[in-house]
């Protein structure tokens, strides 16, 4: 038996699923905030086998998606920059910009990178010290800290041309701005498991002290999704708001400390610009003042032009929750992805590639 067997037993997912119908007897609205989550409650069937009283919606939770038009431009402008050589990781290169993609840029010349980790991009400096190697920092509390990590790493090493662009984006705050906007009326959240494995459930705690909105933090395999599922319907049922954990193998209250730790040692909280939520106070992070000799925003300021978001594009819609992606007139007609128009349709986080694999003939009537 595979070590994930355990987890995809179809007699335990029809018991929670009878566990689930029992509970949910009136209309519930449930965000997956997390793009993982969406795929694997498409790819295993989830969504088809909920009762119809259970609606699930999904969330901002890819951070290829949820990078801004602007910050991808300036991405590209860097990439311009004599000598420079960006890194980045592989589903960032084809999201189309205001103007072009980093895979565009690239094809007329552009030293664009694909790696693996942030420490490749260290080590890509290391081969070329003659040449400034920017790494494009995208993504949540979950990569944060080895984005962190590769900074502290090329400081031991003395790798000097190794510089980060850091857009990374914190998911509580994100959570909080969609409750706050009144689109979308959610009876509560399916947690991220990753990012939770970092923040620790602890950091949930004002969906229901605040908002009396349930979560329950979910790992990826369709049992945890069902026991999350189960779990927040149950919370529902009984008019009870906390915080669940049905990811306990991988997630504790307080987190993974050692992770944090070196997280907030290189960056601080600042503000960040969110695509389709616009900018969210003390939802991102910046790299600190100590460490500004790794700041590719400082080192290598680029003219900031006007971005814009591609025509007729609802990515942002989407990230909201205010819109199901058959439902965008240019999904599967327009948008592919073979011809993305938006980045929900390239990052194999975003919702609209998720649908599009995985969603039935019935989701886009």
Known sequence: MKFVD????????????????ERARRPVRLMEFCGGHTHAILRFGIRQALPPTVEML??????????????????????????????SFGDMIRVPGSRESLQQAKARGADVRVVYSPLDAVRLAEQNPSR?????????????????ASILDARTRNVRNYYVLGLHKLTPPATRAILDSGEVNL?????????????????????PREYGVPIAVAG????????GIAMLVEQIAAGEARVDNAYSRSVLPEGNRAA????????????????????IPASGLRIRAEFAAHD???????DATPSREPPGCRCGDVLR?????????????????????????VSAEGACAAYYQYGGAADEA
């Open 296 to 302: 590719a925003a400082g080192v290598f300021p680029v």
């Open 260 to 279: 944090l730790d070196v997280m907030n040692r290189v960056f601080e909280v600042a503000d960040a610009e969110w695509r389709g939520l616009g900018v």
């Open 187 to 207: 009876s509560g959240v399916l947690g991220p498991g990753h990012v939770t494995t970092v923040i620790g459930t602890d950091a949930w705690g004002f969906l």
């Open 58 to 87: 999904s969330g901002p939770g890819c951070p290829v998606c949820v990078t801004a038009a602007a910050d991808l431009d300036r991405a590209i402008a860097l990439a311009d920059v004599p000598g420079v050589i960006l890194a």
């Open 132 to 148: 400034p190697v920017i790494f494009l920092g995208v993504g949540f509390e979950t990569t944060a800290p080895g984005v962190a």
């Open 220 to 227: 990826f395999e369709p049992l945890d999704i069902l026991r």
């Open 6 to 21: 355990e987890f995809r037993d179809p007699r335990l997912a029809r018991a929670l699923l009878e566990r689930i119908r």
């Open 321 to 345: 929750g205010v819109l199901a992606p058959p439902s965008c007139p240019l999904f599967r007609k327009v948008c592919t992805p073979e011809n993305p128009v938006g980045p929900c349709m």
